[in-house]
């Protein structure tokens, strides 16, 4: 069986936490590591989290020393993981049960090695809000119009990220990653089940239109090498 490395950065999200860790610790497929990246200065969650992590040895912490952002988290997770998949789970979402099982058998079945999930949108109080249907992309063009890419229901082979990382921006660094892999020829295939749930929440950095607005102009400007108009 092949070892998958979960990623987790951790920021503020208490609440949530125990049940994003439950649906890792839940799935059919047992043979994982999970990676929290305590990502706040403020150490006052952290005896919870360390408390979450007897309840299982495949729970592994890292603790940073300053906020550095969930990119430059993840890629610390990277660093330190030692499978040979990467999935990545934000503290706020769910998977269902079947979720590593079902990907890691698509990746073998389609010969990939990037993948996501179709995925429902939830919020605060996990009522659902919509979905989202997984596409595949084989080239930049696909995907630069809108990131329907899911961070939670992405697995990765770790030969992938030989030489990539998350940007350290704090938002979209998800997206200038899986641009940056399809410029290098690698495909991100689609699966249609829905084995994720994201959470929406207002507070959110992604949440703000202006934010958005000069994220979106920072990716296409100075990673995509497109000009100002």
């Known amino acids: 069986m092949k070892l998958v490395s979960i990623i987790i950065p951790y920021y503020k999200k208490k609440k949530f936490l125990k049940e994003a860790i439950y649906s890792v610790l839940n799935q059919s497929y047992r043979k ?6 305590y ?5 006052s969650d952290l005896p919870y989290i360390q408390e979450l992590k007897k309840k299982d040895n495949r729970i592994k912490i890292l603790i940073n020393k300053k ?3 969930a990119g430059i988290s993840r890629n610390k997770g990277i660093k330190f993981s030692k499978g040979n998949f990467l999935a990545f789970l934000d503290a706020d979402d769910i998977w269902h049960k079947d979720k590593i099982k079902y990907q890691l058998n698509f990746l073998k079945k389609n010969n990939c090695k990037v993948c996501h999930t179709s995925y429902l949108i939830i919020d605060e109080n996990k009522m659902i809000k919509g979905k989202r ?8 063009n696909q995907l630069l119009k809108s ?3 899911g961070l939670s229901t992405v697995m990765i082979s770790r030969s992938v990220l030989k030489n990539l990382r998350f940007s350290n921006r704090k938002t979209k660094e998800d997206f200038i990653l899986w641009l940056q892999i399809l410029k290098n020829k690698v495909s991100i ?3 249609k089940k829905n084995l ?3 959470r929406k929440l ?3 950095l992604s949440a703000s239109s202006w934010q958005k607005i000069i994220d979106g102009f920072y990716v296409y400007y100075r990673y995509m090498d497109f000009n100002f108009i």
Not at 32 to 37: G, Q, S
């Open 202 to 204: 207002s507070n959110s």
């Open 147 to 149: 990131c329907d890419i």
């Open 32 to 37: 994982f590591e999970i990676i929290i990246v």
């Open 39 to 43: 990502d706040d200065e403020d150490l």
């Open 189 to 191: 295939i689609g699966m």
């Open 133 to 140: 249907e997984a596409r595949s992309f084989n080239n930049v």
């Open 67 to 69: 906020n550095l952002g």
């Open 196 to 198: 994720v749930k994201w």
